[in-house]
């Protein structure tokens, strides 16, 4: 079983559209986050959940919204799509304070034409 | 947070032993030292996590000074599958703790 999972894989959209991103994941990990690959490679943090409460909200456009029904799912829903939106989003899961690290998913490679 | 500051990339040849150095001056008293692997088209990876001295798993060896101010990676007899780009990263394991990647090392194993 894939320990943190994301759907979709690929993500092609037009600008203006609102799409979601979905992401659980099975570690029983209390913490969650989202994070941003841009075209340089530069990884950046966007958002963290602790069991469901919003921690961590970086200076990302409020176009960009996430949401956590439960500790083990946390999905990232965008608005009005842009051109610079188009990168690869990763989720991630720890555990707070066990010194085992983030555990990523594989990826949603937007792209917004 | 302590930013990072690490190779751009390295070459290594296949069965050779790989050190990648990280200089990151600034950390705290509570922060600890991660790195991670990534491949292209994946997610990072979780190596190896350590405090202070020698830590060694079954992938790899971290070696922190006691100062703590640098820490270097050791991959041993590297092979063609281990060109990644490797990220070291400080921070607290804290809730609030947001791990804050650098630009990573390049590694690039040939025969």
């Known amino acids: 079983d894939t320990a943190v999972s994301q759907t979709p894989k690929y993500l092609v959209t037009q600008m203006g559209n609102d799409k979601s991103i979905k992401c659980e994941q099975n570690?029983?990990?209390?913490?969650m986050y989202w994070y941003k690959q841009d075209s340089k490679k530069f990884l950046k943090i966007m958002f963290s959940?602790?069991?469901?409460?919003?921690?961590i909200n970086e200076t990302v456009p409020n176009r960009f919204s996430p949401k956590s029904p439960d500790k083990a799912h946390l999905n990232l829903h965008i608005n009005s799509l842009e051109l610079g939106d188009s990168a690869v989003y990763f989720c991630a899961s720890s555990q707070v304070g066990s010194g085992g690290g983030y555990t990523f998913g594989s990826g949603t490679r937007l792209t917004v034409v | 947070l302590a930013k990072t500051t690490q190779p751009i990339s390295m070459d290594s040849y296949e069965g050779q032993e790989v050190n990648i150095t990280c200089s990151h001056n600034?950390?705290?008293?509570?922060?600890?030292i991660t790195w991670y692997q990534q491949f292209p088209s994946q997610g990072p990876r979780f190596i190896i996590q350590?405090?202070?001295t020698k830590v060694t798993n079954e992938v790899a060896s971290l070696f922190i000074p006691a100062d703590r101010k640098s820490s270097t990676l050791s991959l041993p007899r590297v092979s063609l599958s281990d060109t990644a780009v490797y990220y070291c990263l400080v921070g607290s394991t804290g809730t609030a703790s947001k791990l804050t990647f650098g630009t990573g090392t390049r590694l690039q194993v040939t025969l």
């Open positions: 959940y602790n069991n469901k409460e919003l921690i």
């Open positions: 570690l029983g990990h209390d913490t």
């Open positions: 600034n950390i705290a008293t509570n922060d600890y």
């Open positions: 350590g405090y202070k």
